[in-house]
């Protein structure tokens, strides 16, 4: 674990990825004269630590981009690891002849499964969030076909048949442990949900989030599907549910912990990789061609992977242009569809009864179909509006020839593949061989790779992910939150009020921002409740302000510039305590100064709070249909609740340190 962190603390500074350092510390230790060969068992690995790590990337995927990018990820998580696998089987078989194809195809099988570390290193270097979707969504899910053609494979190496390994029995394989394995996370992901918005305790609840990969993939492993698929499904369905069940304590509880889990996990599967690698080229060395033979078929099968990785990936931007095009089209005679149904709707709306008796119809009947059209009419809309917003996410984040060539080079072999190697039947003929190849491509490819990534990157200059939120979509959340609060039990209390109110600890901010939504339609009584809230309050109950981190307007602590886009109570025109509203003071708005008492028998400080994390969820409940439609992007989306729960915990931890 210290290695770990020290690599972690040193990665930075020499701007290298922290498991390219842990590989060749590994690599530095493994072939200490003093250290012996080490082996760890496979199973270590692909059935206790990639199902964890897996479920952890899942959980942070925003399925909303995941949903967008399917296509892409199909692609290359099924189609593309069939034909790399196959080319692989051939051209090894023809050069090793002992090798036959089904242990070709199982070598091919072991070299197909890309790894996280190019993410890390693109994200870093700042490329579109649209690039790293594709390449997660390709991680998340290549591993799982990689192992299961992988099995299909050795069954037919071991039963010496390769009639076996047709192309449309192994598809058929594929799918039904994709099938069953998507069945199973769906079920645990839906379940565990329900049963996480039940545990109140944010360590219980941490514990019972590590237990939900194991809980996914060993069923689906014993019923014949992929345990790696289901820890995925049942990932990518906690990161769609838990904003709108699991308490924000606990969420952002169990993430903390989750990063330093999977900082463990990460970084001690790349320092056992290069521990092991003086074991597997030891038993290559005593092969009649020896490591450098080894070394030749590992350049030649890593440089085929990857030009077939470039073709293939040439073909898929190509059809996702064609497809895009395909969708605008659809989207525009949609429109118009919908335009001439509404005339029909408006048309039908102005019938009189004269018609309707006509027609043996009664007005009932009538407005029964009407409403039942209108209903047709909003789905359709819907749907249509969500195509649109799909449109415009791949107009603003095009892929490219130049996108293309960082997705092809940052399709680099890793750990995932030397542990799948190690799976490999001992009874396969050249089993070291294929274990070194294993271990050279996936070694050679993050070195070469992982450490020519961001030069490459800066050579094509592919569309670069912007820092800043543009206005026009700071203005729609703006507008969507403020929106939400006007129907809120809060709005109604600090209407009954008059706007002498109230503050319980740390909602004044909450107080603000309705204030400010009610002024969209009343802007001098809005802003008055927002002033009149804010300086009352804050001087009634400023002890509850006093609270560890907290500041004037609230409990919410501090944030800098770049997290003023989740903060709708803040806006251009601050209203502070001695403003005025259209140039009329306090004393002509007639605001009575409450005193602690007269306030305190108004409303507690428990119902103020409650009234106030009401409203939060108001907010928190609009973003997330915002989210369904497609409205904002994630990175708007996720400052924005991100800013919500900590206003949700601050609340709930006031209340919790007052008992």
């Known amino acids: 674990m210290l290695i770990i962190v020290a690599c972690q603390f040193v990665a930075p500074k020499v701007r290298v990825a922290a498991p390219l350092i842990l590989l060749a510390v590994g690599l530095a230790i493994g072939f200490l004269p003093q250290v012996g060969a080490i082996e760890i068992a496979p199973h270590i690995v692909l059935e206790m630590v990639l199902p964890p790590l897996l479920f952890s990337a899942a959980v942070r995927m925003p399925t909303m981009d995941f949903r967008r990018e399917m296509q892409a990820v199909a692609m290359l998580a099924i189609p593309l690891v069939f034909l790399s696998a196959f080319a692989v089987g051939f051209v090894i078989n023809w050069l090793v002849p002992p090798i036959s194809l089904p242990w070709g195809v199982a070598l091919g099988a072991v070299l197909s499964p890309t790894d996280a570390v190019a993410i890390s290193i693109a994200k870093r270097s700042g490329v579109s969030h649209r690039i790293i979707t594709v390449l997660e969504g390709e ?11 992988l099995s299909a494979a050795m069954s037919a190496g071991l039963a010496a048949d390769e009639h076996a390994l047709n192309p449309g029995l192994l598809i058929g394989k594929v799918a039904i442990a994709l099938g069953i394995a998507a069945a199973i996370g769906w079920v645990v992901g839906e379940v565990g949900v329900r049963l996480r918005a039940l545990i109140k305790d944010p360590s219980a609840d941490t514990v019972f989030s590590f237990v939900m990969p194991f809980i996914a993939s060993i069923p689906a492993e014993h019923l014949g599907g992929s345990g790696l698929v289901a820890a995925v499904i049942a990932g990518l369905v906690v990161s769609r549910r838990r904003a709108a069940t699991i308490s924000a304590m606990n969420r952002r509880f169990s993430q903390q ?35 450098g033979f080894a070394a030749f078929l590992a350049v030649t099968l890593g440089a085929l992977i990857m030009v077939m990785r470039a073709v293939f990936i040439a073909f898929m931007l190509t059809w996702l242009d064609h497809r895009r095009k395909h969708r605008q089209r659809r989207y525009d005679a949609e429109n118009e569809s919908i335009k001439r149904f509404e005339k029909r709707m408006n048309a039908a709306c102005e019938v009189d009864a004269e018609m309707l008796e006509a027609r043996d119809l009664s007005p009932e009947h009538w407005d029964k179909a009407i409403k039942h059209y209108r209903r047709r009419l909003d789905s359709r809309q819907r749907r249509n509006a969500l195509r649109g917003t799909d449109l415009d996410y791949f107009a603003n984040e095009p892929l490219g020839p130049r996108e293309g060539s960082v997705i092809v080079w940052a399709g680099m072999r890793g750990a995932i593949t030397l542990a799948a ?8 003929p050249l089993r070291p061989l294929l ?69 319980s600890a740390g909602v004044s901010r909450t107080l603000s ?13 809005g802003a008055r409740i927002a002033r009149t809230a804010d300086r009352v309050l804050t001087d009634i109950l400023h002890n509850a302000g006093a609270q560890a981190g907290a500041t004037r307007i609230g409990l919410c602590p501090e944030y800098g510039d770049d997290e003023r886009l989740a903060a709708p109570h803040e806006s251009d025109e601050p209203v502070a305590r001695g403003n005025t509203v259209d140039g009329v003071g306090d004393e002509e708005r007639d605001t009575v100064d409450m005193s602690e008492e007269e306030v305190e028998r108004s409303f507690t400080r ?13 907010q928190r409940d609009a973003l997330l249909q915002a989210r369904d439609e497609g409205v904002f992007s994630s990175a708007a989306l996720e ?5 919500l729960d900590n206003e949700e915990i601050l609340l709930v931890s006031s209340r919790g340190s007052e008992h």
Request: a negative charge; charged letters at 15%; hydrophobic letters at 50%.
């Open 639 to 643: 400052g924005a609740l991100a800013r």
């Open 139 to 149: 991680g998340l899910f290549n591993d799982a076909t990689s192992l299961v053609l």
């Open 606 to 618: 428990e119902q103020i709070r409650e009234l106030a994390l009401e409203a939060i969820h108001a």
């Open 513 to 525: 921002r309705m204030g400010h939504a009610v002024s969209s339609t009343d802007e001098a009584e």
């Open 421 to 428: 190697a190690q799976t490999i039947s001992a009874y396969a």
């Open 257 to 291: 912990n989750w990063e330093t889990a999977t900082l463990l996990l990460e970084g001690g599967i790349f320092l056992t990789m290069g521990l092991q690698a003086f074991g597997i080229v030891e038993e290559t060395s005593h092969y009649s061609g020896g490591l």
């Open 435 to 503: 274990l070194t190849i294993a271990l050279f491509v996936a070694a050679g490819a993050l070195i070469i790779q992982g450490l020519t990534l961001p030069g490459l990157i800066r050579i094509v200059k592919p569309q670069m992910a912007s820092g800043d939120i543009s206005q026009e979509e700071h203005a729609k959340l703006m507008t969507v939150m403020g929106s939400a609060l006007v129907d809120t039990a809060l709005a109604q209390a600090i209407h009954e009020l008059d706007g002498k109110t109230l503050l």
